[in-house]
């Protein structure tokens, strides 16, 4: 299934009641053209937001470590526990080394295994390739000069979005493309070159009209 997975970021936009508010944009989105779409939000909205968003909601971080004496980290059983169903790892703005990549989620499948997703960023084929090691269920290739911009990466990097979607299945990994993606058209070249998904966020989380941009770019390709 080709799914649509928005970033609220830190936008005000998407801050605590109005990140309640656009969860639930996306549910209506989601529920009228039946397709997959997965908030990801900040951790401190997680609870309010899972108690009105009827499908899965996911985290922007997660961390390793166990409950208990780990002030300030975000464990997996306190995300489980506020009804977060996956998280995203490695973006630009939040990056890990891989090997604390790769223990958060041996982590993540010994506890919840395959019922909690996690979605790893890559900017490079050389970084996602190395990242196909860690064990995601999606690996995410986002350009970051390209990211909030009016160029998608589907237009820029063409033969490089292609070379990222073998590198994913050749591991069974599901690859989804980021960066600049604003316009149906986006979402149509990321269908034809492969991809299972599209993660967006200043796009839609910064419209005038949330909405009907998320429709626009759900229908309109």
């Known amino acids: 299934m080709f799914t649509f997975f928005i970033n609220f970021k830190t936008y005000p936009e998407a801050t605590g009641e109005r990140a309640v508010k656009l969860a639930q944009i996306c549910a209506e989105v989601a529920k009228q053209e039946e397709v997959e779409i997965i908030p990801i939000i900040q951790v401190v909205d997680l609870f309010r937001v899972?108690?009105?968003?009827?499908?899965?909601?996911?985290?922007?971080?997660?961390?390793?470590?166990?409950?208990?004496?780990?002030?300030?980290?975000?464990?997996?059983?306190?995300?489980?526990?506020?009804?977060?169903?996956?998280?995203?790892?490695?973006?630009?703005?939040?990056?890990?080394?891989?090997?604390?990549?790769?223990?958060t989620i041996k982590r993540i499948r010994a506890?919840?295994?395959?019922?909690?997703?996690?979605?790893?960023?890559?900017?490079?084929?050389?970084?996602?390739?190395?990242?196909?090691?860690?064990?995601?269920?999606?690996?995410?290739?986002?350009?970051?000069?390209?990211?909030?911009?009016?160029?998608?990466?589907?237009?820029?990097?063409?033969?490089?979005v292609r070379k990222a979607v073998i590198q994913a299945r050749e591991k069974n990994i599901s690859?989804?493309?980021?960066?600049?993606?604003?316009?149906p058209e986006d979402v149509l070249l990321a269908k034809k070159m492969g991809a299972q998904g599209v993660l967006v966020s200043s796009a839609v989380v910064l419209a005038d009209n949330p909405g009907k941009k998320l429709r626009e770019l759900v229908i309109g390709n």
Not at 175 to 183: F, H, Q, Y
Request: aromatic share 8%; hydrophobic share 35%.
């Open 50 to 103: 899972s108690q009105v968003f009827e499908g899965k909601v996911w985290t922007q971080h997660l961390d390793w470590q166990e409950p208990g004496q780990a002030t300030g980290w975000i464990n997996l059983e306190a995300v489980v526990g506020s009804g977060g169903l996956g998280t995203l790892l490695n973006h630009s703005e939040h990056h890990l080394s891989p090997g604390t990549i790769k223990q």
């Open 175 to 183: 690859l989804v493309v980021g960066a600049g993606i604003n316009k």
């Open 111 to 160: 506890l919840a295994n395959k019922e909690f997703s996690v979605m790893v960023c890559g900017g490079t084929l050389g970084q996602l390739r190395r990242l196909t090691f860690t064990g995601p269920d999606y690996l995410a290739y986002e350009i970051k000069e390209l990211i909030a911009g009016s160029i998608s990466i589907t237009e820029a990097r063409p033969k490089s």
